[in-house]
């Protein structure tokens, strides 16, 4: 599979590898964060959440790991498929409404 | 089951023209909000509405305007177009808030001003 140490703006990867998508988060008082996938053309769907009480969350086929010691959130996809092809946004909620989205990374998965 | 609806689709503008984006949600989501999407960016947070009647700022509120009559419905007022509000617009919502639940996103509209 492939990772991403810090947060890039692209990742390529192999169909059939494990993708790795990284994200740092800003605010330490953050409660909750999610993931979420949008193709090209649509509104971004979600994929998996997880609370600021747990470390980690498995979904099907996913992954969400989270650090708070350094503010770190990844998404661990397996054996990537074409159809994961996409942009992935975290998401961390700042308490009272707010939910703040990252800058993105687009997955291209390669034949 | 609609979801969220967003309409229009796409939108040209010129500099100076007003108008409003609708959205629409058919789940009883008492929460509802308004994003635009910039290339490399990311979403941001213009305005949002906890139910209806009660409306509050986001992280770009300026230059747009919110009201929430009812549960259902939550339009976005461009006061006067300007090109720097072209943009992709997606309106969101859920039950009690994103602090609780995921938000479920509408298709987006469109919006270019020339």
């Known amino acids: 599979g492939e990772s991403v140490g810090l947060h890039l703006p692209t990742l390529s990867v192999q169909e059939g590898d494990n993708s790795i998508i990284n994200c740092a988060y800003s605010?330490?008082?953050?409660?909750?964060f999610i993931w979420y996938k949008q193709e090209s053309g649509k509104g971004p769907q979600f994929i998996i959440d997880i609370r600021s009480n747990m470390d980690k969350r498995q979904g099907q086929r996913v992954t969400v790991l989270l650090n708070k010691t350094v503010k770190h959130l990844s998404l661990q996809i397996a054996a990537t498929q074409p159809g994961d092809s996409a942009v992935y946004f975290c998401?961390?909620?700042?308490?009272?409404?707010?939910?703040?989205f990252g800058a993105g990374t687009t997955v291209t998965v390669r034949a | 089951n609609a979801g969220v609806t967003q309409t229009p689709k796409f939108q040209v503008l010129k500099t100076g023209q007003s108008m409003t984006l609708q959205c629409a949600q058919d789940?009883?989501?008492?929460?509802m909000s308004w994003y635009r999407q910039d290339p490399g960016m990311g979403l941001r947070l213009i305005h949002y509405?906890?139910?209806?009647?009660?409306?509050d700022q986001g992280e770009v509120p300026n230059g747009y305007n919110v009201s929430r009559s009812t549960t259902e419905d939550f339009p976005l007022r461009l006061l006067s177009a300007a090109p720097s509000q072209t943009s992709v617009y997606f309106c969101?919502?859920?039950?009690?808030?994103?602090?609780?639940?995921?938000?479920?996103f509408g298709s987006g509209t469109q919006l270019s001003v020339l």
């Open positions: 969101a919502s859920s039950y009690s808030g994103p602090g609780n639940e995921k938000l479920f």
């Open positions: 509405s906890v139910g209806a009647g009660i409306t």
């Open positions: 789940m009883n989501h008492e929460y």
């Open positions: 998401a961390e909620n700042i308490p009272d409404y707010k939910l703040s």
């Open positions: 605010n330490s008082a953050s409660d909750y």
